[in-house]
Structures are given as structure tokens and as C-alpha cells.
């Protein structure tokens, strides 16, 4: 995102003093003709004249670029990593970056050098679950002497999400359920008897996939083993007593976390989506995203 367009400007407490010190002086030389009170007035008047338009161009020419986004559970805390490059062939100081739609503090990068690029995390408490936009992003400076100070507001396009807050019951459900689709046999999971491949399917588990099979330039195939149905878990949101759709999901989330540390396959099943028991971290992350955007 390119700052384009003449930033907002607006006064500081510092200008305030100035100006009461600058009346100051012009009474006190007015009343006693003193050239020496006059002279020092119009100095300060034309380091301030002269510093305007520095603070102006202390903006000019600043490239933010807003970097993905980690997941993260409602209530915990959004890390959101910038990357400021100085495009101008001046060196910018004393930049302070700010959401102000987030009640995060800003950051401020003290100097970046003409042509370098600069890294700077914004951190702000993560609101409910579910896809959410960042907004807005502001620049802002008071460089060189702090008595004005410059800003740019820019539309940050960029996307974030966040899971259900994980509360409730950590044990995890008695017994397990299989799917309603019609599985005759063994179920598929992490069982020690090899039972053949399959496709992969995006958001499984990577841990089982023939990578010797991908060598030889064949597509991604999921080993899969056989194992007993009871080893299986599925966390069903119709199966929870809560009224409230948001504690049944928060449980569930939980029960996400306690079976991938436990090592134990589990799957999902909600009004709107089924997935099967797996593990590992993609598994696990498809899981909550599931959770985090349901309706």
C-alpha cells in the first residue's frame, strides 16, 4: 500500500507553548523596544516556518505492506507484522505506526534509511471469533521539532482469523461415533496395519503421505491403516447440551486442542460440515477454521 496524496496536519501541546512563549517576547520587545527580544522572536518563528514543510515530507515516500496474519483465539492477542519501506532518497525519522480501529499501541520506528524497508509488529486483542478485516492503518510523524504533527490514513486490505475461545470440559468425550456416511469394514485412521493409499484431500494430516511415491512423480497418496472404530472420536456439536451455539463451539474447540496433544484421531461434525478423524497440524488447524467461521 503506497501512501499517496498530502497528509492531514494538525498542532501539537508543543505549539501551543511556542506560540504563548512567542507573545511573550513580542510584548516584552514591544514594551521595552528591545532589538535583541525581537530578533530571538523572529528566529523562533523561522525555525518553526522552516520545520513545516520538513514535517510535512517526513511521510513522502513510506510503502507499508501489511504481512499474513497467524490465527489466533478469541480473547488472546493478533500479531500483525509491517514491513515500512522508505522509497524516497531521504531518510525518514520518528515514524509512529497505529490501527485505530484496535485498541493496540503504537510503534514507532525511530529512522529508516533511504531505500531499506523496516519490520514492525502491531499488537491488539483479538475480537470475536470468525474472518475479520484490519481496516485502517495510520502514519504519523512530529519530526522535526514537534510542534505539528503529520498523518496518513491507508486502507489495509488484509484479512485475519480467529478461533472460538476454548472453554469447558478438557476431558475428552466418551466413546466415539462413526460417520453417517456408509463405511463397511475397518475405519481408516493411525492404526499399526497398513490398508493401502488413497488421494490426498487438502487439510489432512501430512504425516501419512507416500513421499516416496511423489519422488517418483506420482500424485500425493494418503497411506492409510486400519483400525478399530472405537478409535476413532468425533466431536459432534449436536451432541452438546448448551443453548448457546457459542459455548457448544468453544467446548468444541477445546476438545480440538486435548486430542491433538493427546495423539488421539479425531474428527468434526457440525450442522454444515463433516470432517474425519486425522491429526496433525493441518488437520487441526482446518479444524478450528471450521469452527471459527461457522453460522
Not at 532518497?89 to 520518528?94: F, I, L, M
Request: proline share 8%; hydrophobic share 40%; glycine share 8%.
Amino acid at each position: 500500500m503506497t501512501q499517496r496524496g498530502f497528509p492531514l496536519v494538525s498542532p501539537t501541546g508543543s505549539l501551543i507553548g511556542l506560540l504563548f512563549i512567542l507573545v511573550a517576547m513580542w510584548y516584552a520587545a514591544s514594551s521595552q523596544n528591545n532589538a535583541a527580544a525581537y530578533l530571538l522572536m523572529f528566529a523562533l518563528t523561522s525555525v518553526f516556518l522552516i520545520s513545516i514543510p520538513h514535517t510535512l515530507l517526513n511521510l513522502g515516500g513510506l510503502k507499508a505492506t501489511a504481512e499474513s496474519v497467524k490465527p489466533t483465539f478469541a480473547g488472546q492477542e493478533v500479531s500483525l507484522p509491517f514491513e515500512i519501506t522508505n522509497e524516497s532518497r531521504a531518510t525518514r525519522y520518528g515514524i509512529a505506526l497505529s490501527l485505530p480501529d484496535f485498541d493496540g499501541d503504537p510503534e514507532r520506528i525511530d529512522d529508516i534509511p533511504a531505500g531499506k524497508a523496516v519490520r514492525v509488529i502491531l499488537r491488539f486483542s483479538a475480537p470475536t471469533r470468525g474472518e475479520h478485516e484490519i481496516g485502517r492503518l495510520c502514519l504519523a510523524s512530529v519530526y522535526p521539532l514537534g510542534f505539528l504533527r503529520a498523518l496518513k490514513r491507508v486502507t489495509v486490505p488484509q484479512r485475519y482469523l480467529v478461533y472460538p475461545k476454548p472453554a469447558g470440559d478438557p476431558r475428552l468425550p466418551q466413546g466415539s461415533t462413526r460417520s453417517t456416511q456408509n463405511r463397511p469394514g475397518p475405519e481408516l485412521g493411525e492404526g499399526d496395519d497398513f490398508a493401502g493409499v488413497r488421494t490426498y484431500v487438502p487439510g489432512e494430516s501430512q504425516h501419512h503421505i507416500d513421499w516416496k511415491a511423489v519422488a517418483r512423480g506420482q500424485p500425493l497418496m494418503t497411506k492409510q491403516f486400519a483400525t478399530e472404530a472405537g478409535g476413532l472420536l468425533y466431536l459432534d456439536f449436536a451432541a452438546l447440551q448448551f443453548s448457546d451455539p457459542e459455548e457448544r463451539l468453544s467446548q468444541l474447540a477445546l476438545w480440538v486442542i486435548e486430542a491433538e496433544r493427546a495423539r488421539h484421531p479425531y474428527g468434526l461434525r457440525l450442522p454444515t460440515a463433516e470432517i474425519a478423524p486425522s491429526l496433525g497440524e493441518s488437520h487441526f488447524h482446518w479444524c478450528l477454521r471450521t469452527l471459527a467461521l461457522f453460522k
